[in-house]
């Protein structure tokens, strides 16, 4: 066992751990606290685990869905007793939780996590360690309420894009962020792939060409242009800031997928996705 197994066990008598329906640890819990950091425009969050990992799911305006993924493959350890477990979890709550020891923290020292939940009505308690030194949290979980669905299917996918996130945080960082809508086009036509914005200064278009050293992928079928809210896309700039590659979906509906790759600290590979409403379709191309 790595250091959380030895360190991180429950108190309690040896059968203690029977009792729990789900239990996971990590040797570093920024693993984990920095991937969530990407969702975090909400206070509740919806937690959901399985066999296959974890996703834990933020929603605004029942028009914008952040959902976060933690493989099981990630975790020193990672046992459910259920086909699945869920609840509601105060984020803000579980991000102060992980990072407890985050301001006394020499460089090059990390902190081990364990978590565990004994089932419907019970807390998630977090065991954190660092230097010798436990902290035990225990937060609140709720009833979970019904996740949005966006019905994302790629087999309806028309466009898709992927491209490095260095390249879009350029991007963004000079779009007019006074505007209300980003329109998105995507084209195997001229202009290929658009981002414009229509602020107080005037409109703004970011132009790439499909054969761009900073796209990877490019899979276009038809021409679409789409507007979402600015205030919808903001949120997502948080996984944008640590993915180093992001790949744009669009479906038949000109509903947007944005889903990122982000490296945790061991190297391991991690995906964020944001799902979002377009604010209006429209037909053709704008000049």
């Known amino acids: 066992l790595g250091r959380t197994g030895a360190m991180l066990r429950s108190p309690g008598d040896p059968g203690d ?9 990590l040797d570093n819990a920024r693993n984990l606290s920095n991937l ?20 834990m799911t933020a929603e605004a305006a029942k028009s914008v869905q952040g959902n976060a993924f933690i493989q099981a493959s990630i975790f020193q350890e990672f046992r459910i007793e259920e086909d699945s477990v869920i609840f509601l979890i105060n984020l803000t709550v579980l991000l102060d939780c992980l990072t407890i020891f985050s301001a006394s923290s020499l460089p090059g020292v990390t902190t081990a996590l364990r978590m565990c939940y004994r089932g419907y009505g019970y807390p998630l308690t977090l065991f954190l360690e660092e230097s ?5 949290c225990k937060i609140q ?21 992927i491209l490095q996130s260095e390249s879009l945080r350029e991007t963004f960082a000079e779009l007019d962020m006074s505007s209300d809508v980003l329109q998105i086009t995507m084209s195997p ?3 290929y792939f658009r981002l414009s914005t229509f602020g ?4 703004t278009h970011c132009d790439y060409p499909k054969d761009s050293d900073m796209i990877e992928a490019f899979h276009c079928n038809q021409t679409q242009c789409n507007k979402y809210k600015i205030s919808l896309l903001k949120p997502s700039t948080k996984a944008l800031a640590l993915s180093s590659k992001v790949s744009l979906r669009t479906d038949n509906r000109g509903f947007l997928s944005l ?9 391991q590979i991690c995906f964020v996705e944001y799902y979002c409403c377009p604010d209006e379709e429209m037909e053709g191309l704008d000049s």
């Not at 751990?17 to 640890?25: G, H, L, N």
């Open 17 to 25: 751990d029977e009792r729990f329906v789900f239990v996971a640890s």
């Open 132 to 136: 010798g030194v436990i902290t035990v």
């Open 259 to 267: 889903q990122y790759m982000i490296r945790n600290e061991d190297g």
């Open 141 to 161: 979980t709720q009833e979970p309420e019904e996740t949005l669905d966006f019905d994302f299917c790629s087999t309806n996918v028309v466009n898709k894009i």
């Open 36 to 55: 969530l950091k990407a969702i975090h425009f909400r206070d509740q969050v919806t937690f959901f685990a399985s066999a296959n990992g974890i996703r």
């Open 189 to 191: 036509e001229k202009p």
């Open 200 to 203: 107080d200064a005037g409109s």
